[in-house]
């Protein structure tokens, strides 16, 4: 039982956990919101779940290699250095995967719930993995096994102030610990 445990934690990319219990939290109430109010205001198509968890990940995995690229070229390490509040990586990532929903939900039965799916799906997979980083990359890192990190304008300054906590008890116990020894 065990080793099936630890594969799952493999595929899953469950590993360190770059956020805290309250990114943890945050993330899953915006995924609870993200796929609870479009679908009850809108519903969903036969189409959306398709999109959503298919279409729109691998479409984010493609679109992120080919922004990193893009940086990598242009500006080395550029990305790295974006790693704040909100970056304009994301922005373009967000632009490449908006684009074709909104095409689709013009062209074909898909609605922009897809979307919302995607989103939903992006902030659970981000609060199962544990991922700093900004949910539009949660798949994209499991896709292709990274850890690539971009700003979320909502978690980022959560998550580095628990961080922040975080460091401050561990040196805090650590100086306890010289003490008493």
Same mark, same amino acid.
């Given at each position: ?16 956990? *770059? ?9 899953? =109430? ?18 959306? %779940? ?9 479409? +984010? ?7 990193? *690229?893009?940086? *990598?070229?242009? &500006? ?6 974006? &790693?704040?509040? @909100? @970056? ?9 995967? =908006?684009? /074709?929903?909104? $095409? $689709? +939900?013009?062209? !074909? %039965?898909? !609605? ?21 980083? @900004?949910? =539009?990359?949660?798949? /994209?890192?499991?896709? !292709? ?6 700003? @979320?304008?909502?978690?980022? %300054? ?24």
């Amino acid at each position: 039982m065990h080793s099936h445990s630890t594969a799952l934690r493999s595929l899953l990319g469950l590993g360190r956990r *770059e956020i805290g219990p309250l990114g943890t939290i945050g993330r899953l =109430i915006a995924a609870a919101a993200a796929l609870a109010l479009p679908a009850s205001l809108v519903g969903f198509s036969a189409w959306d %779940p398709l999109v959503g968890l298919v279409a729109l990940p691998v479409l +984010a995995t493609v679109g992120f290699a080919v922004v990193r *690229e893009g940086y *990598e070229r242009l &500006a080395p390490g550029g990305i790295a250095s974006q &790693a704040g509040t @909100c @970056c304009g990586a994301a922005t373009w990532l967000l632009a490449l995967v =908006i684009a /074709p929903v909104v $095409l $689709l +939900a013009a062209l !074909t %039965p898909v !609605t922009f719930t897809a979307f919302w799916l995607w989103l939903g799906a992006s902030f659970a997979l981000g609060a199962l993995r544990g991922y700093g980083g @900004c949910e =539009i990359l949660a798949f /994209p890192n499991l896709l !292709t096994g990274r850890r690539d990190q971009v700003g @979320c304008i909502l978690f980022t %300054p959560i998550d580095r102030a628990e961080a922040q906590s975080r460091l401050l008890r561990s040196t805090a116990s650590a100086r306890s610990t010289v003490r008493d020894e």
